[in-house]
Nanobody, 125 residues
Framework: QVQLVESGGGLVQAGGSLRLSCVTS????????MGWYRQAPGMQRELVATITSGGSTNYADSDSVKGRFTISRDNAVNTVYLQMNSLKPEDTAVYYC?????????????????WGQGTQVTVSS
């Protein structure tokens, strides 16, 4: 089965940095678009950024992350990253990795959308 495993979350002071990682595993033929989402307590899950297999990026429309967060990926190690700089208390949330993946089941290929389990990011003021 396909799995996405995030790491890199933690507690950081305002102004600090964190880099999140998400590695995919399983019987994967191809990992297509990948992205990061976040969910703060009592709020809906929201898009942070996405990246295509070719490296084209897209960030949330709001100014909340532009210029501070950078999404990237290394296809050789099946990993997507989120570099977060100048962190603010309002960035506190559980961050989730998401990916569209073409995978094998038996001898057939399927495409599905998968989520990681989430990693907590807490920014103290």
């Amino acid at each position: 089965q396909v799995q996405l495993v995030e790491s890199g979350g933690g507690l950081v002071q305002a102004g600090g940095s964190l880099r999140l990682s998400c590695v995919t595993s399983g019987r994967i033929f191809r990992t297509n678009a990948m992205g990061w989402y976040r969910q703060a307590p009592g709020m809906q899950r929201e898009l942070v950024a996405t990246i295509t297999s070719g490296g084209s990026t897209n960030y949330a429309d709001s100014d909340s992350v532009k210029g501070r967060f950078t999404i990237s990926r290394d296809n050789a190690v099946n990993t997507v990253y989120l570099q977060m700089n100048s962190l603010k208390p309002e960035d506190t949330a559980v961050y989730y990795c998401n990916a569209d993946i073409t995978y094998y089941r038996g001898y057939s290929r399927y495409t599905g959308n998968f989520w990681g389990q989430g990693t907590q990011v807490t920014v103290s003021s």
